[in-house]
């Protein structure tokens, strides 16, 4: 076996992205007992004094991606880089052949080994759910703001855009059902108050003390599309697009769309206290099994003493009536979901959260943590990660 590796987990940044292999179904076998039994072997022992918990956030990973063969690829790729201290291309037969057996080896070699899958975790915070939650983060009310950013595929007309996902969520939170007391305001100086009815047909007088401001919420992040030309993107920026992908390989073409018919996919209507709870993924919609656009929703930890509403709920999605728009794409609602169990069982969902405090807190106080710590590494690595965003 290879020498320990002397090198700060952040060394995985310097290998490029594994270029596209297929598993024979023999080495799809082989693989998959082997993360199985890395799992069992090291999931007990990764450390408390973690901030989260890296093994179990490899596994549900490993759970939650449809394409699996391309995660096990990388996985064993980037493991055997780190392990051996190289950039070059690594086949995954020969990662394979050099970890069957691992049980054997010392407990000093299982040790390293262990650090390995510890960076391996630390490379999917730093290269898809740190970017993740800081673009969610970043996510507001689209405006017109937006709409200058650089990015490619960003929606060019956002106004136009909102007021579609209005119309076609019929002007009220698909959770809550509460109307968007803005359209109210505006359908009141049309008619007589008495008179003034909803998308249905229904009067919304009696309505009038239970309306909100509605906001439209991106179900994954549309500025997490930026830069996403090959010759444009750095490798970071790239590696969190080609994981994005291992959840469903659509996932991508469905959320970088110019069409705002298509755009409007990736879109839901929210009160603003659930599109806060949405974009952290604290709440997220779970298809009900052979009932189309129809989803309970519910917190991602069903133990939540403090809730802003009483959830779960089972709701479903609209159209518009003449069918010319789709409800929410469930494909982007299930790699929702999907990510917001991964983030709240391994306790990454938390650790990223204070992280950003931590780094904004900086920023604020002239590169100083509030107790007084400065954390350069973590500061360079939060602002390096900004920036790609």
Known sequence: ?????????????????????????????????????????????????????????????????????????????????????????????????????????????????????VHFADYLIDNFFLPLKLTAAKATQPTMIDSLEPTIGTPQHIPDLRQACLTRDRHRCVVTRKFDIREAEKRCKVLDGDNVKDDDGNPLLQEAKGMTYLEVAYIIPHSLMSHSDIHIAGESKLATHKILMMFDPKTISLINKTNINQQLLNTLTLTHDLHQSFRAFEITFEQVQDHPHTYTINYIDPNRMFRIHRLPITRTLYATPNGSIEPPSPQLLEVHHSIGRILHFSAAGEYLDKFIQDMEEMEEGGGICSNGSTRVDDYVRYKLTTIGL
């Open 1 to 117: 076996m290879a020498s320990p590796l002397h090198r700060h987990c952040s060394s995985l940044d310097e290998v490029i992205f594994p270029d596209q292999q297929c598993l024979t179904p023999e080495e799809h076998d082989k693989a998959t007992k082997l993360f199985d039994k890395l799992i069992e072997r090291f999931e007990p022992l990764q450390t408390s004094n973690k901030d989260y918990r890296p093994l179990t956030l490899i596994r549900l990973t490993k759970e939650e991606v449809s394409a699996e063969d391309e995660f096990l690829i990388l996985f064993f790729t980037l493991i055997e880089h780190d392990h051996l201290g190289v950039t070059t291309a690594i086949r995954v037969a020969e990662v394979l052949g050099r970890l069957r057996t691992f049980e054997r080896w010392t407990s000093e070699e299982q040790n390293i080994l262990l650090q390995c899958l």
